[in-house]
């Protein structure tokens, strides 16, 4: 299998999990995700970051080219295919010098018949991480605990 495009958007934006998880992957820009919002869903205090249709929203996501070995792991830790499943995009991939190419990618969506609920502090803390990693805005994530606090 070629190797592919694979969108973070939650706690693998954290470099130093992602390598952890997925040493042969590389970082190799941003995108987002259009007309998708953020949130954090799952079951009791297991809640993590997913993503939902909702017209005018976006979702940044951080890029990497992963191998068929990093998205096996990958496919673990997500739960896939009970927990996660995996969709693909088309996104405009914005590499480190400002280029800007069009690519097929995929992302891993929560099931939708999970709850709305809050994270842990571990977990949240560590996709703040990953946001500072790829420069990203927290303020998204400030909305989605907001959306998800109900």
């Known amino acids: 299998m070629e190797p ?3 969108l973070a958007y939650g706690s693998n934006l954290n470099l130093i999990q992602m390598k952890d998880r997925c040493k042969d992957s590389k ?3 941003t995108a987002v995700i259009k007309d998708y919002r953020l949130m954090f869903k799952g079951r009791g205090l297991n809640n993590y970051l997913t993503i939902e249709k909702a017209r005018g929203y976006f ?6 080219i992963i191998v068929e070995d990093d998205e096996r792991r990958l496919d673990i830790f997500e739960g896939h295919p009970d927990f996660y ?7 405009e991939l914005r590499d480190d010098k400002g280029n800007v190419t069009s690519i ?7 099931r ?3 709850r709305l609920g809050l994270p842990t502090e571990k977990y949240e803390q560590t996709v703040r991480e990953g946001y500072k990693d790829f420069g990203f805005d ?3 994530l400030d909305e989605a605990i907001k959306y998800s606090d109900r």
């Not at 979702?59 to 990497?64: L, M």
């Not at 499943?85 to 996104?91: A, M, P, Q, T």
């Open 4 to 6: 592919r495009y694979y």
């Open 27 to 29: 970082r190799v820009g």
């Open 59 to 64: 979702v940044p996501v951080g890029v990497f």
């Open 85 to 91: 499943y995996k969709k693909d995009f088309v996104v």
């Open 104 to 110: 097929n990618a995929f992302a891993y969506i929560m």
């Open 112 to 114: 939708e018949d999970r």
């Open 138 to 140: 927290e303020k998204i």
